[in-house]
Nanobody
């Protein structure tokens, strides 16, 4: 099983990035997917989640209206579009896979598979 996150980088405040997470080794379309982030000295926090067919999504209040999660099951890939970035969005971003019901998608302990993370740094 592998989740390979990419697309992170250094961007100025107000800028955009698109993160990708390519999955392999499991049946991607059967899993709900989530993005989490962890800043230095802070706990890992939920950012966004998406259902198996992409029809339902969930966002942290801090990113709602700025970030968009999507998925392409034919490509075994989940995306996170980051818009209007702020310095407080600086963190390592992780993708993860879960079979938990959508109501539990915000809790990292419900996730089975995790990617290695990609660094996002937003300068002011």
């Amino acid at each position: 099983v592998q989740l390979q996150a990419s697309g992170g980088g250094l961007v100025q405040a107000g800028g955009s990035l698109r993160l990708s997470c390519a999955a392999s080794g499991f049946t991607f379309s059967r899993y709900r997917m989530g993005w989490f982030r962890q800043a230095p000295g802070k706990e890992r926090e939920f950012v966004a989640g998406i259902s198996q067919n992409g029809g339902s999504t969930a966002y942290a209040d801090s990113v709602k209206g700025r970030f968009i999660i999507s998925r392409a099951n034919a490509k075994n890939t989940v995306y996170l579009q980051l818009n209007s970035l702020k310095p407080e969005d600086t963190a390592v971003y992780y993708c993860a896979a879960t079979t938990v019901v959508l109501s539990g998608i915000r809790s990292p302990e419900h996730y089975t598979y995790w990617g290695q993370g990609t660094q996002v740094t937003v300068s002011s």
